[in-house]
């Protein structure tokens, strides 16, 4: 790490010592050395390469959980029903939250041992010897140091999104992953949504021709849930993060898309523009909320990031992609999947729809389409995820498939490259909302290997052995 000269040249630039890749407000003060930052991946050379990495194959995956609050209790239940599974720990702040996951698993298999009391009890967990997979449920702002002392342990881990806040931190977790050569994957459910996954083995089977557009975005009114201080997020810690102004969220809605384009692998990100209106919502609500109850005066005042970011980016062969991020407008919940290609066009919300001209197929055409390109995955555990649950199920696949590639010892669908990638939108997006749009270069956290890194495969070949318990 001290002879790195990516992070000797963030010295140089005096990124890191004034702030750039701090939290919030920090980041607008040095914007204008971002863009040296972004370029800077271009010339880098991998220690390793961690796509397609195939990590020694573990009979029973033995796993610690950190954050038991919004999202972690659903992966303790998911979890505790694969087969080669032991849930050896379980960790959080609060520690009622602890012991309410342990009692949830009472009558099972499990009995995790639990760690909480301090923001920094994860350490004692993660040094244990008898553990295999860190899942990291945690605030954002977590993520990344959490997945870093856990590689650093030498443990695989699995964090959920956004995987990092800032551009160091995307880089913090490849140079480590690459390092210990431990898997770092990024926690993206929606890659395992049910047509996302056919229209993924649509475009590999060529029904759409050659892919040249895409859309994804994350459209959901949390404006109450931000707001909720009794049963919203810890500390209000996603409220918070609503001081940045760019595509916050990203991954929901370009994860399946930049598969699709095999991104990192055949094809890579070039450059970015983004724009977001104006806040029309965020401050009148902290403000109305304020004149009510002493507790907002704090949140009233600030100013928050706009109603809606829109991001373009334009990739190494010629194809565009557009995301979208909006979490406050009343408007129903979309992941704009859409999928463009020379031969044939597929979209999701408000309804799942494919041509191959200029009319949409018809009920009876779509349910050949999925006969004929419905994924190997979803035949093998999609009606089982169905009833366990999860988004529908797509968040069980997806902790099923991460088991089963770490049992047959199998690459990855999502590796370091993919949870960097996609969560660097944040701060470039955020870098070119505050300079009138102006497009900035996206790093390649390839080292130069997308060129002949292979596409994520849609086969369970060497893999699916991995049971169900329901």
């Avoid at 796993?63 to 919004?70: E, F, S």
């Avoid at 694969?82 to 099972?108: N, Q």
């Avoid at 089963?404 to 909302?433: K, M």
């Avoid at 300079?435 to 596409?455: A, M, Y």
Wanted: some cysteine; overall charge neutral.
């Amino acid at each position: 790490m001290k002879n790195n000269p990516r992070r000797e040249f963030l010295k140089s630039t005096s990124l890191v010592g004034l702030g750039l890749f701090g939290a919030g407000s920090a980041l607008a003060e040095n914007f204008e050395q971002l863009p040296l930052a972004a370029k800077h991946g271009a010339g880098r050379i991998q220690s390793f390469n961690m796509c397609g990495f195939r990590a020694p194959k573990l009979e029973t995956v033995r796993i610690g959980i950190i954050g038991l609050g919004q999202r972690g209790p659903g992966a303790v239940q998911r979890l505790s029903k694969i087969e080669g599974v032991e849930i050896v720990a379980l960790c959080d702040l609060l520690p009622d939250r602890v012991e309410k996951a342990k009692k949830s698993l009472e009558g099972t298999t499990h009995k995790p041992e639990g760690y909480s009391g301090n923001a920094y009890a994860y350490k004692k967990m993660c040094d244990r010897q008898d553990l295999d997979l860190i899942y990291i449920a945690s605030p954002w702002e977590w993520h990344v140091p959490m997945a870093v002392y856990a590689m650093e342990s030498g443990k695989h881990t699995a964090v959920e999104v956004p995987a990092a806040r800032t551009l160091d931190e995307c880089w913090q977790l490849v140079e480590t992953s690459e390092r210990t050569k431990k898997h770092c994957m990024q926690l993206e459910n929606c890659c395992y949504d049910f047509f996302e996954l056919m229209t993924l083995k649509m475009a590999r089977e060529g029904f759409f021709g050659e892919v040249l557009h895409v859309e994804g975005a994350y459209i959901h009114d949390l404006l109450e849930g931000n707001f909720d201080k009794e049963n919203g997020y810890q500390d209000m810690w996603r409220l918070k993060e609503n001081f940045r102004n760019g595509n916050l969220y990203p991954t929901h809605g370009l994860g399946p898309i930049c598969q699709i384009l095999n991104i990192n692998r055949g094809d890579q990100m070039d450059y970015l523009t983004s724009v977001s209106s104006n806040d029309f919502m965020m401050k009148a609500k902290a403000e109305e909320l304020a004149a009510k109850d002493i507790f907002f005066s704090s949140y009233a005042g600030k100013t928050y990031r706009g109603n809606m970011n829109t991001t373009v980016v334009k990739t190494k062969h010629g194809k565009t992609i557009m995301i979208q991020h909006d979490v406050t407008s009343p408007r129903p919940y979309s992941r704009l999947h859409v999928v463009s290609g020379t031969e044939g066009f597929a979209q999701k919300y408000p309804e799942q729809k494919v041509s191959k001209g200029h009319s949409f197929m018809k009920a009876e055409e779509m349910k050949d389409l999925q006969t004929k390109y419905t994924p190997e995955i979803v035949q093998k555990v999609g009606e089982l995820a169905k009833q366990i649950g999860g988004h529908g199920g797509m968040d069980f696949m997806m902790d099923w498939r991460l088991i089963d590639c770490l049992r047959n010892g199998l690459p990855l669908d999502q590796d370091v490259y993919d949870a960097a990638l996609w969560s660097c939108i944040t701060p470039l997006s955020e870098w070119s909302v505050a300079n009138r749009s102006n497009s900035i270069d996206v790093p390649d956290f390839t080292g130069g290997n997308w060129k002949t890194n292979t596409p994520v495969p849609i086969t369970l070949e060497g893999g699916g052995t991995t049971k169900v318990r329901v």
